[in-house]
């Protein structure tokens, strides 16, 4: 188990990756009209830095959510 500063770390509150969907409408439904995000490139391209087509899948899923 990795240690965090100050004890604070991820944790399951902070599951975009499974909550996207919820997140974006939850924004949508209180009026936010922008969105920042970031790409985590461990998730988007494999060692040999060739595209992960699960990863790419995922964020291209996240950018339809958005576009609704």
């Not at 188990?1 to 924004?27: A, T």
């Not at 461990?42 to 992960?52: A, E, Q, Y």
């Amino acid at each position: 188990m990795s240690d965090f500063y100050n004890k604070v770390g991820s944790y399951v509150g902070n599951n975009f990756y499974e909550k996207y969907e919820d997140d974006i409408k939850l924004l949508k439904n209180l009026n936010m009209d922008s969105f920042r995000t970031s790409i985590q490139w461990t998730r988007l391209l494999d060692i040999n830095g060739k595209i992960n087509p699960d990863g790419a899948n995922f964020y291209h899923k996240v950018i339809i959510v958005l576009k609704k």
